[in-house]
């Protein structure tokens, strides 16, 4: 079970997350929804222990946070992080390794994975020769290959066409019923009321709605009606019985003003158009978020985003940046203490501090990198919430 308490992020002036707890069960599907900035990201990144929370604890059957429980969790990113230049099957089994599996276990496993999403035939290709949807699949298999008990997948549905989004809605289901612990972080709001036991839906970095699917639906599930029809639906909304409208090509999703007649409705519709289907229903996942959320503030849209951040504080707030530019330091001072003690000592032929420097020289280039590649992940994170609006 993974619980997550009272979780705080702030970056700068702008407070991302904000007193955010969450309990993940084993055997269930967790919906952590919202739209864009609200903290899904935020809140992800400190479950994993990339960030760490400003306030708040996080628990993994009642341990903290460490490289045996790391070992135990399958995460599948929004952004793809696979090697382009290596072969598909290669590239599966280093990460399997990364995760304490063996080569031979690995290699068949990968190929049983790659089977199942028809894969197989590419397995000795290269990953940029793939599609966006099959390197989406390869990714998935990254993430579950080592069998892990608590999977953590942000927008796991993205490039995959209709016929492999249903193969991966098994798949979870399947992982679902081996007693997994599963977070499914997604804009996809028909995905997540078919799929997620219990939601929790966070807005401007805060809880505004959680609960399971049927105790969320209840409280929201008085006088709606769903309305298919042929024609120009624009002029429902301005109807007096309507009190809220989500209205698409062809249907409509409505909320009614009070105890109005079907038959009164049904007049005022079908006088402009043709209706196809007009019944009372429990309102969709995707109306409840439109009821609760709201037309979307965009300075607001930009908590989470690096953009609404510097980028020197989104990057120098990243763990990994910390934890190279620790090493790069300590590497740096140790080199210049023993470089003192060598010069008092007289010691000129002593050549450690020349391998130390060396090792200084390394931890910059590391830290470096690291660096670039964090600001690579927030510059794309940014141009997906740009793209989003």
Not at 40 to 51: A, N, P, S
Not at 66 to 93: A, F, H, S
Not at 119 to 145: C, D, H, M, P, W
Not at 179 to 192: E, N, P, V
């Amino acid at each position: 079970m993974i619980i997550a308490e009272h979780l705080r992020k702030q970056y700068a002036n702008v407070l991302a997350v904000d007193d955010v707890s969450l309990q993940v069960e084993p055997g269930k599907i967790f919906g952590l929804i919202g739209p864009n900035g609200a903290g899904k990201t935020t809140t992800i990144r400190m479950i994993l222990d990339i960030t760490t929370p400003d306030k708040g604890t996080i628990t993994f059957d009642g341990a903290r946070f460490d490289r045996t429980i790391q070992n135990r969790i399958g995460y599948l990113p929004e952004e793809r992080g696979l090697y382009k230049k290596n072969k598909l099957l290669d590239t599966i089994v280093y990460f399997a390794s990364l995760r304490g599996m063996n080569g031979v276990q690995a290699k068949q496993k990968a190929l049983d994975w790659l089977r199942r999403f028809e894969l197989e035939s590419y397995a000795k290709r290269k990953v940029e020769e793939l599609s966006k949807g099959n390197q989406q699949k390869v990714q998935f298999i990254t993430a579950i290959l080592h069998n892990p008990e608590y999977i953590v997948l942000d927008e796991p549905f993205s490039g995959l066409d209709p016929v492999n989004q249903i193969l991966l809605k098994d798949i979870l289901q399947e992982l679902k019923q081996q007693g997994k612990a599963i977070i499914f972080s997604t804009h996809q709001m028909d995905s997540a009321e078919k799929l997620c036991d219990e939601i929790c839906l966070v807005n401007h970095g805060k809880i505004v709605l959680e609960g399971s699917m049927k105790e969320v639906k209840q409280k929201f599930g008085t006088n709606s009606v769903h309305v298919e029809f042929s024609g120009d639906g624009s002029f429902i909304p301005a109807l007096p019985q309507v009190k809220k409208a989500t209205v698409y090509e062809n249907y409509a999703e409505l909320q009614l003003n009070g105890d109005i007649s079907s038959r009164e409705l049904l007049f005022s519709i079908n006088s402009k158009v043709e209706i196809r289907k007009f019944e009372y229903v429990e309102p969709s996942l995707n109306s409840i978020f439109l009821d609760v959320v709201g037309v979307p503030d965009e300075r607001q849209e930009r908590r989470e985003s690096p953009a609404g951040l510097t980028k020197r504080e989104s990057v120098a707030g990243d763990k990994r940046v910390r934890n190279a530019l620790f090493m790069f330091v300590a590497a740096l001072l140790v080199t210049l203490v023993l470089s003192v003690i060598t010069l008092k000592r007289g010691d000129i032929s002593w050549n450690m501090p020349e391998v130390l420097l060396a090792v200084s020289a390394f931890s910059l280039v590391k830290y470096l990198r690291i660096r670039k590649t964090v600001a690579g992940e927030l510059q794309r994170s940014a141009e997906e919430v740009s793209h989003a609006k």
